[in-house]
């Protein structure tokens, strides 16, 4: 009965014991191996899962009010974080590469595809509308 009801209260609440091994500790720990390792090859992995990790943060903090009415956020926090660490996957490379990377080099990518969505969707004339309106409705809130 005992173990039993350890090995439940262990898995009921494996992120309070993994989420800071995983988010903070061995992420430290490997960044402090790739400072002082000679390649920079490695980098990339820790310097991208650091500045994801602060955003991940960041959004947990402006958010904190919704995300506690989710009782699975902190496993999918944990999922998440495991596949941004771990070597096997290299979740924050991956991320800097496809996403980051792109967005640093033509930052205006994300709003010029949606324009070329919306008019091969709805066409030109709805784009030059809804430029008008929206030129309409900011002129018209001038004092």
């Known amino acids: ?56 943060t960041l959004f947990e903090l402006s958010f904190s009010r919704v995300l506690e009415w989710l009782p699975f956020w902190p496993y999918v926090k944990l999922i998440a974080t495991c596949w941004l660490v771990l070597p096997v996957f290299k979740g924050a490379a991956y991320v800097y590469e496809n996403f980051v990377r792109q967005m640093l080099l033509n930052p205006n990518a994300m709003a010029t595809n949606s324009v070329e969505r919306f008019v091969h969707q709805y066409g030109p004339d709805a784009l030059d509308r809804a430029m008008k309106s929206v030129c309409y409705a900011f002129n018209s809130q001038k004092p």
Do not use: C
């Not at 014991?17 to 390792?37: D, K, N």
């Not at 390649?39 to 991940?56: A, C, I, N």
């Open 1 to 56: 009965m005992g173990w039993e009801s350890f090995l439940k209260a262990v898995l009921y609440n494996i992120d309070i014991f993994a989420g800071p091994v995983v988010t903070l500790l061995y992420p430290l720990y490997s960044s402090i191996r790739v400072i002082e390792s000679p390649s920079r090859l490695d980098d990339q992995q820790w310097l991208t899962y650091w500045v994801l990790y602060s955003f991940m």
